[in-house]
Every structure is written in C-alpha cells, then in structure tokens.
C-alpha cells in the first residue's frame, strides 16, 4: 500500500510541475514515469509465468520432537534474472483444524534453479497438510508484485508419537546371527512382510530374509497411520502409541472443521503454541554453482559511480556557471574506480586502508587549506550570483580566486562525496539513503540560475535508477546460511550477478529512453 501511495504521489507532482512550470526537463519526467511504469508492469507480468515450483516433504513419518525438512524446489525458465520472489507455505493440522503460514524468500538468476529448505519441529504427534500457498515475485524495480500462477500442491506428514522411536530402536537390534531382528524395523517401519504372490515385482522380494526362511517373502508398502489404525498389528497398543490411534479414529469419524489463520511463522525459534509446530531454522541452496563474474561486478559499480559523480559536476558547470577544470574530470573518474576497488577489498583492509585514508586527506587539507578555503570561497560566490539572477535577492558575492583553487576545491570534496555515493550506491545499495543524499542535487536543480544540460539530468537519473535496480535484490543473508560454507559463497557470488546486471540493464535502459 505505502508502494501505491509513493508512486501515485511522485505521478502527482510531476504533473503539478507540468502544469505550473510547463517546463521540458518536467515534461519528460513525466512522460519517462508513464512509460517506466508500463514497461515495469510488463516485466512483472512476464517474470510470472517463467517461475515452477515444486513441493518435497519427508518420505518416511516424522517422529515428534525431533527436526524434519520441507523442500520447496524452484526454477526460473527466464533468462533474466527474478530479484526477489516469495513463497508462502500453508500448514494446515488435520486433526486440530489449525492453520499456520511459513513465508521465505528467494532469488533466482537466469536459467537457474534453488530449492528453499525449512526445518521444521513437531511437538506434538498428528496429521499435517503441507501445501504451496502462492509465489509472488516483484519487478526488477520493486515497483508492481505478481502472483505466480504455480500448480496447487499439497502434501501430507504424519508425526508419530515419540514412543514409535524407541520401539523402532529396539527392534533394530541384531540378533545372536549378527542379523537385524526385524528388517521392517531398519527400513522405516513402513513395510509389512507376506509371501510372495502372482504380480509383486522382483523389487519388492526380500532376498535376505527369503534366504533364511527358504521362501520367497517380499515387502509391501504400509503407511504409518494405517499401521498405526490396523487392529492387531505389530504397530498397535497403547504403551508405544498412546491415543495416536484413537485420535485418528476420531478424525475420520468427526472431521474438526478448519479454523482461521492463527499464526505465521517467520522467525527462527517462533512456534505456534497451539499446535506445538516450531520454527527451527530456513536456508537457501544453491542447486547449480553460478559463474562469477568480478569484473562485471566491477564495471557495474564504476559505471553507476561515474554518472553519478560526473552528473553532480555537470550540474555545477551547468546550472551554476561553475567552470570546472578540465583535469578535474580524469581525477574524479579515478576516484570512482578506486572507490569500486577499495570496495572489493577484505575487509580488515577495507577498515585500515579507511584509517589511513582519512589520515591522509586530513594531512593534505591542512595543508592546502588556505588554497582549499579560497576556492570553495569562489564556488560559494558563483551559487549565490545564481541564485540573485533566479531569485532576485541580494546575497553578499565574493569576487577573486584562482581556476586552480576552484579545481582543487572541486577535487577535495569530490573524494568524499564519491566515497558516500558508494557506500549507498554500491555497498549496501540502499535507494532510501541514495534519495536522501541526492535530495540537495533536487533543491539545487531546482534554484539554478540556468537550466541544467541535459546529459547532467541523464547521468543522475542513470545512477539513481541503477542503484534503485541493485537495491531489489534479496539482501538477506541470514537465508543463505554460515558465511564459512560454500552454500553462502555460491548465494554470494548469485546475488552480485543479479544485483550487477540489473543495474547496468536499468541504467541502460534509462538512457535509452532518454536519449530520444
């Protein structure tokens, strides 16, 4: 809802800035808006269709109080990349009538398939009904969400009491023969042993027991609770089972009625009182080794830190009538690929190189303060001449300084200003910190003496756009398990290929549309 609301709200304003200003930079605005929307709408639509999913519970019954795993196994046929998508469990007790909903998220590259394993604790014994809820996955700019329209699934657990464990070790112990005294027993107490008959399948013979007995005795498929419910069978009474029997016979006589959603699961240790199910733990694993690609990674982020640094200056130079030394430009773009290395960096140097940088400038503005007063005195003076030509006010104009003190301002605040456009655009990428960081930039566009170049306005909407796109992606980490094991690493090594690629196809995009 809050999504809604900014959307129409940023529709809104520009339209309110067509219509007052009738201006062209707020005409294209608007009209890029329409058209981004449009085409984030279908995006949206396509990615939905491309997304399967299946569903794997247990095999064998789930013994109570003790850990099972659900998989859900999903596949993107697309070859772009799904930044973030969530899939939603519904477990539903079908004998209490209770309802619980496990939500887990996931990315997915191209062509790529994960599976999502949540671990799961029954405390208490009964009848559980696993099944997918819904898919729903977001653009690559996180603006629309789509529901996938994934096959209905459902699957069925049945928790035993704790008791069938300890009679199942029991009868597993071997006998004076060094043999299993009850091979039933040591396949999962799921099978039931008779004579061989026209039609069993040379699969089902058991060859070690047909040896002993000197007959053919084969295995047949027996479910724990229709063991559990066959009168006489070795899996009746009361001491291993309790009232696992006649609960079950009260469910199928007098099924409970289902009740409305009562818990949602979504928290490591969070359980549902009432019907003893605890959340244990959930990851995401990686069924095919995605190929790294560092020096996309690379470009990506020195490509996004480049508009956006050479944007801020051609705002200056623009709008303010600032002229920017020429070998101010080279300088600024190594400072961006410095920035995107120093960020590739472990991450002990990361925080002594941090030291010793800061260090450092603090030495060399020292030094060059009455150089880097100057020029920023100059800077200042040009801002303000503008803004008396715009708004018609008298503010105080300094005269006097250099090109080289204005270009030596310019690069020492340039470092910096670099260095906090990449930790939001690049480290974290987080687009709320970007906005508020490049909100001054709105106000200074907004108070420029002359209108802004255009490739100024194109650079800055590039970068924020590609920081927009790098931030959708999946940033939590604690689904992809302990940072020592390869699961992580290859979850990794996933999230900067879709996190890269989506930004440089946004930025792309962006000035494509733009440059028209």
Same mark, same amino acid.
């Given at each position: ?107 997915? /590259? ?158 490591? /240790?969070?359980?549902?009182? /009432? ?190 756009? /590609? ?50």
């Amino acid at each position: 809802m809050a999504g809604k609301l900014g959307r129409a709200l940023v529709l809104l304003v520009l339209l309110a800035a067509v219509l007052i200003t009738q201006a062209p930079l707020a005409v294209f605005l608007l009209a890029f808006a329409l058209v981004l929307l449009v085409l984030l709408r279908l995006d949206a639509a396509y990615l939905r269709r491309q997304v399967t999913a299946e569903l794997l519970v247990p095999d064998k019954p789930v013994i109570q109080g003790e850990d099972f795993t659900l998989t859900v196994r999903l596949r993107n046929r697309s070859r772009l990349p799904i930044p973030a998508l969530v899939v939603l469990l519904n477990a539903a007790d079908e004998w209490g009538g209770g309802q619980i909903t496990l939500r887990c998220a996931a990315m997915l /590259g191209g062509k790529e398939s994960a599976e999502q394993r949540i671990t799961l604790n029954a405390g208490k014994s009964g009848v559980w009904s696993i099944a997918v809820r819904g898919i729903t996955l977001r653009d690559h700019l996180g603006v629309f969400t789509a529901a996938c329209p994934a096959a209905a699934q459902s699957r069925s657990i049945c928790v035993l009491p704790a008791a069938a464990a300890g009679k199942a070790k029991a009868e597993t112990a071997p006998d004076e023969d060094g043999d299993e005294a009850d091979t039933r027993a040591a396949l999962g107490g799921s099978y039931e042993l008779r004579e061989y008959r026209d039609g069993d399948t040379i699969k089902q013979v058991h060859w070690k027991l047909s040896a002993k007995l000197d007959r053919l005795m084969v295995r047949e498929p027996l479910t724990a609770l229709r063991a559990a419910l066959t009168p006489g069978g070795d899996l009746d009474g009361a001491e291993e089972w309790g009232d696992f029997p006649q609960q079950a016979a009260k469910h199928r006589k007098n099924p409970p009625k289902r009740k409305k959603e009562r818990t949602a699961l979504s928290r490591r /240790g969070a359980a549902d009182p /009432g019907s003893g199910l605890k959340f244990v733990d959930r990851v995401l694993v990686s069924t095919q080794r995605p190929a790294a690609h560092p020096a996309l990674w690379l470009a990506a982020d020195a490509a996004l830190l480049l508009a956006l640094t050479f944007g801020l200056l051609l705002v200056l130079s623009t709008g303010f009538g600032i002229a920017v030394p020429l070998w101010v430009w080279p300088a600024a773009a190594a400072f961006c690929a410095g920035w995107a290395l120093f960020l590739r960096a472990p991450q002990a140097l990361r925080r002594w190189g941090l030291l010793a940088g800061v260090i450092v400038y603090l030495v060399v503005l020292f030094i060059c303060q009455r150089n880097f007063l100057a020029g920023a005195q100059q800077c200042a003076g040009n801002i303000a001449q503008s803004l008396n030509a715009r708004l018609g006010s008298t503010l105080p104009v300094a005269q006097g300084g250099s090109a080289a003190q204005l270009g030596l301002f310019l690069l020492l605040a340039a470092l910096p200003v670099t260095g906090a456009l990449a930790a939001a655009a690049l480290r974290r990428a987080d687009a709320l910190l970007l906005d508020l960081m490049l909100l001054p930039v709105v106000v200074l566009l907004a108070l420029a003496g002359a209108a802004p170049a255009v490739p100024a306005c194109l650079l800055l909407l590039a970068g924020w756009m /590609g920081a927009w796109a790098a931030s959708c992606s999946v940033q939590r980490r604690a689904l992809w398990g302990r940072r020592d094991t390869e699961n992580y690493r290859q979850n990794l090594c996933r999230h900067y290929n879709i996190q890269k690629s989506a930004a440089l196809a946004v930025g792309g995009l962006c000035l494509a549309l733009a440059l028209p």
